[in-house]
């Protein structure tokens, strides 16, 4: 499932957070091979990327008409006017609109609005990675054409895997100019797929489905704060991608040999960037894991009220997404990042099952309250330490941590 930045995307929503890898790649593409792009093309050729996708998502199994995905929508619209009520109950906020921004795609339908997000991802990196002639206009020849052919490739075959794999998202625009509410998106053909492969009746699935997705819903509009905050850091990073572009294109292979020594000093990949990049990541990833994990435990909290064998549907969920982890998959989940995405799913579920153990219901509360209360590195291995700092000690009820020790090392692995 995800979050998108236009969907989801790296950063909130999956298909940013994919989007700004999809962006990384493209840089690295135009770094390595200093190729040059015409203006008037660019560095992606968008309609045969749809086209690259869109043959690959129509040709998997399980493809439905626009006929037969039309008749499902009444069974969304029932399931999100009981998960709604119950989620702005039990969290506290109200999530006005939520219900009627909600549609069911196609796995093809799915690829078209992610696109969009790609395309305005691009644009704020491609003024840097177009090298320039010696009076500044962007060089042309067959270079530019063979690297644009590559990056439309690229483009149209991670849309295409990931189109097959995504069963929801929450779609916000993050870097688009306007701030439009984001919507829900379903993409039935792969939630039938995967009720199929788990075992569990469709209909029971697509509620599940609904709960973890209204829950990123609830995330980001019922708390003003946290879009704007993601929003900055995915500029920031396009930002320094597009200056590490400038240098590489400067410096050549002297830059990369520093890159190295850097990486070889610290004995880790991080030294290939930069102290800004890294403090970037770690924030992204705070938040990230905080959202992904939040959404998984209220699953557990309140998907028991709505579907009492929740923890047994989690089970079957979570045995068939590890057999999926072979071969190609796995390979292609680390290049797409979807491998850090289920740490960030561990990571933060632990947290969230901490701090409603060491604060209850009080601590839960907090959690969304701005950036300052956002945990740090630290504090998410060690939710304790987070209710100690962001609740007054007149509030704080006393913590048993060897209890909040156990109770994290329990917590499964992520869902969605």
């Known amino acids: 499932m995800t979050v998108a930045g236009g969907a ?11 989007g700004l890898a999809i962006g990384i790649g493209l840089a690295a593409r135009a770094i390595t091979s200093r190729a040059t792009v015409r203006p008037a093309d660019g560095l992606v050729d968008w309609e045969r990327a749809q086209r690259i996708a869109h ?12 006929q037969q995905l039309r008749t499902t929508r009444s069974a ?3 399931h999100m006017a009981r998960v709604v009520p119950l989620l702005e109950s039990r969290l506290g906020a109200a999530l006005p609109g939520v219900v009627e921004r909600h549609a069911v ?29 010696p009076k500044g206009s962007p060089r042309t020849g067959l270079a530019a054409a063979t690297n644009r052919l590559l990056t439309t490739s690229q483009v149209g075959f991670l849309l295409g895997y990931l189109g097959t794999r995504v069963l929801g998202q929450y779609d916000v625009a993050l870097l688009s100019a306007e701030q439009a509410p984001g919507r829900l998106l379903y993409v039935e053909e792969n939630i039938r797929s995967a009720a199929r492969a788990v075992g569990v009746p469709l209909d029971t699935f697509r509620l599940w489905v609904c709960l973890h997705e209204t829950t990123h819903a609830f995330e980001l509009e019922a708390h003003p704060w946290l879009r704007p905050y993601l929003r900055e850091r995915l500029e920031r990073q396009v930002a320094l991608i597009a200056e590490e572009t400038r240098h590489l294109q400067r410096h050549g292979l002297r830059h990369v040999a520093r890159r190295w020594r850097a990486a070889a ?8 960037i930069t102290p800004e990049q890294r403090a970037l990541f770690r924030e992204t990833q705070a938040v990230m894991s905080l959202m992904e994990g939040f959404s998984d435990w209220v699953m557990d909290e309140v998907g028991v009220e709505l579907i009492p064998d929740v923890a047994s549907l989690r089970r079957r969920f979570e045995t068939r997404r590890g057999q999926r982890r072979r071969g190609i998959d796995r390979i292609l989940a680390r290049l797409t990042g979807m491998d850090l995405k289920l740490e960030q799913y561990r990571r933060g579920e632990r947290f969230v099952a901490g701090v409603h153990a060491a604060g209850g219901s009080a601590a839960i509360a907090r959690l969304w309250d701005g950036p300052e ?3 740090n590195e630290r504090e998410l291995d060690d939710p304790a330490t987070w209710v100690a700092r962001v609740m007054p000690a007149a509030d704080a009820p006393a913590v048993d941590a060897l209890a909040v020790d156990a109770l994290a090392a329990d917590v499964p692995a992520g869902r969605m």
């Open 373 to 375: 209360t956002l945990p």
């Open 105 to 133: 795609a196609s796995r093809t339908e799915w690829a078209a609005a992610n696109l969009g997000t790609f395309q305005v991802l691009v644009a704020h990196l491609e003024p840097s990675l177009m090298p320039r002639g």
């Open 265 to 272: 000093a610290e004995g880790s990949w991080r030294g290939f």
């Open 76 to 78: 969304y619209a029932r």
């Open 55 to 66: 043959g690959r998502l129509v040709r998997a199994p399980g493809h439905l008409t626009d």
């Open 8 to 18: 989801d995307r790296l950063l909130a929503s999956r298909p940013v957070r994919i």
